[in-house]
Each structure stands twice: as C-alpha cells, then as structure tokens.
C-alpha cells in the first residue's frame, strides 16, 4: 500500500513537474480583480507586479504590471501632462500587451510615434470584451481624458452582456490554477464554457453598446474612436458565428479607423510576429501595428491628435 502512495505521489510530481515545464505561469488571475459594477466586471487591480511566462505555453518572462490607478503605466511610464493631450486606449489583452514589457506594449508604442504633444495611457485590461466598454469609458471620464480610443477584436463579441470571467466561485479557483499546473487542467476539464450570443443576437447586443458609447462620447463630451484590429472578414473566413462587425462599425459608429490591411499582413506572417504558443504580437508586431495605427489616426483624425 505504501509503495502503490509512493508511486502515486511521484506520478502527480513528474506530471506537475512536466506541466510547469511546457506551459507558463497564468499571472493574468492575479492581475485582474472584480468590481461592484456587473456591467464593468473587473479592472486591474492597483500596485501589481507578476512575472508572465505563458499560459498555453512557455514563453520568455515579461513583467504584467498595474498602478494605482489600474492602468498600465499611467503614472509610472509618464507623468499625466495637463499641457499634453491625454488619450486613453481601452481594450483586452492585446491592448494591454500580454506576453511584452510594458515599453513594447502597443500604447506605448503609439505614444511614441505620436509625438511629445500627446499622451497615449494603457487602459487595457487581459479579458476585457466589448459590452464593457461603456462602464470602462463611465470610469475613466473621471480622469478627463481628451480623447478614448475603443480597440476591437475579433474575440470580445461572443459572451452576452453581464458576463464576466470572474465571479464568486473563481475566487479560489484562478489563484489555484495559477500555483498548480495539475488543478489548473482539472478545473478546465470540469468547467463548462461561458455562454455565448447567436450570431443575430451579437449583432443586436454590437449596435446597441455603439450607440450606447456614441451617446456617451456626446454626453461627456469627450471624442470616442473606435478602432477595427481584426480581419475585414473575420466573420466569414476564422470565425463564422460572428457577424460582420466591421460593417456594423463602419455603420453606426460616429468615428472610427480600419487597420485590416496591416492586421492581415501580421496574420500571414504569424511565426515572425506572434509569440509562440500565444495569439499576441511580440514586440516586433506590435511596432509594425503601432505604425500603421499612428499613420490611419494622422490621415482621418488629425484634427483630435493634434494639440
């Protein structure tokens, strides 16, 4: 019996020992944390600092970190500038720039090529989708910002409203997955997936958070850009349950930027820009992004970048 307890224990070592191994450290439960608001659902949580090594697989260890505020970076990369125009950029984890340091991450990058008149801040937060946006524009209006850009992927349209990855029951859960590799796949395997939104009911829930944040944009009077990171035809060619988002977009949204050709070109040369084992752009990909992204705000809204 003892030997068959001892055999058992080395067996679940070797196999943790062999998952810590291939896949990473999941810092993204500990960066997150929930909110009172339902229709927010989480933010970062202030004053953090975690080491990244992957989730789907091991990567080279970044640094995923938080201010006070629940930004990335928006005391501690520069100084908020009242003499600046101060733009916010919202958005998931591709925004936020999972798997890179904070000085390749894609708003800092943008706030490079923009120039020392403007001030780009990191809002991203790793899970975010998009009817949460309005909620995350309500809180952010406090700071003033001058301007919002919403990033869109293709990625936070499939759960319904009121949905969030964090809830009562993953209190114990994502820190468990985070320390033990061996939970972590036992609680996925058990866990039924969130529920997700027919393609006619996405369509209905995109145009009404639009026109949600187009009201919101005239209310607090504060510029709302909406900016298309996917493929033109996503919804027909990666992911058919979608609708055409970027019509739907490019139809209802006051203003907006299209940035498919340079997403695309990313897309087919994915091993020289993604990091391995992720779906995020390395740092590499992120800069060629954040050119075009730079280039398509210079040619269609000069007017509200320029001081």
């Known amino acids: 019996m003892l030997k068959m307890v001892l055999a058992l224990g080395a067996l679940v070592m070797s196999l943790e020992f062999a998952s810590r191994m291939m896949f990473g450290n999941y810092a993204q439960s500990a960066l997150v944390e929930r909110t009172v608001d339902p229709n927010l659902c989480m933010v970062l949580a202030p004053n953090q600092e975690l080491t990244y090594t992957g989730w789907y697989r091991k990567v080279p260890?970044?640094?995923?970190?938080?201010?006070?505020?629940?930004?990335?970076?928006?005391?501690?990369?520069?100084?908020?500038?009242?003499?600046?125009?101060?733009?916010?950029?919202?958005?998931?984890?591709?925004?936020?720039?999972?798997?890179?340091?904070?000085?390749?991450?894609?708003?800092?990058?943008?706030?490079?090529?923009?120039?020392?008149?403007?001030?780009?801040?990191?809002?991203?937060?790793?899970?975010?989708?998009?009817?949460q946006m309005p909620s995350e524009v309500q809180r952010l209006a406090a700071f003033n910002p001058d301007l919002i850009f919403v990033n869109l992927f293709i990625n936070d349209f499939h759960e319904p409203p009121g949905q969030c990855m964090l809830n009562t029951s993953t209190d114990w859960k994502l820190p468990l997955m985070r320390h033990c590799h061996l939970c972590r796949w036992g609680i996925l395997g058990l866990s039924s997936g969130?529920?997700?939104?027919?393609?006619?009911?996405?369509?209905?829930?995109?145009?009404?958070?639009?026109?949600?944040?187009?009201?919101?944009?005239?209310?607090?009077?504060i510029p709302i850009v909406f900016v298309l990171m996917m493929d033109h035809y996503a919804h027909r060619d990666f992911q058919p349950e979608l609708p055409a988002i970027h019509r739907i977009v490019q139809s209802h949204a006051v203003r907006w930027i299209d940035l498919e050709q340079v997403w695309t070109t990313l897309l087919l040369q994915e091993e020289s820009y993604q990091i391995p084992g992720e779906f995020h752009w390395n740092p590499a990909g992120n800069q060629i992004l954040a050119e075009a992204y730079s280039k398509s705000l210079r040619n269609h809204i000069p007017d509200l970048i320029s001081q």
């Open 61 to 131: 260890a970044t640094l995923m970190e938080s201010d006070e505020y629940g930004s990335r970076g928006f005391v501690k990369n520069i100084k908020y500038q009242k003499d600046a125009k101060n733009i916010f950029m919202i958005g998931d984890s591709f925004t936020y720039g999972q798997g890179v340091n904070i000085e390749d991450a894609l708003p800092t990058l943008v706030d490079a090529d923009l120039g020392d008149g403007v001030r780009v801040w990191n809002f991203g937060v790793p899970g975010r989708n998009f009817y």
């Open 194 to 221: 969130p529920p997700v939104l027919s393609k006619s009911e996405m369509e209905i829930e995109v145009i009404r958070t639009i026109q949600q944040l187009n009201q919101q944009s005239h209310d607090l009077s």
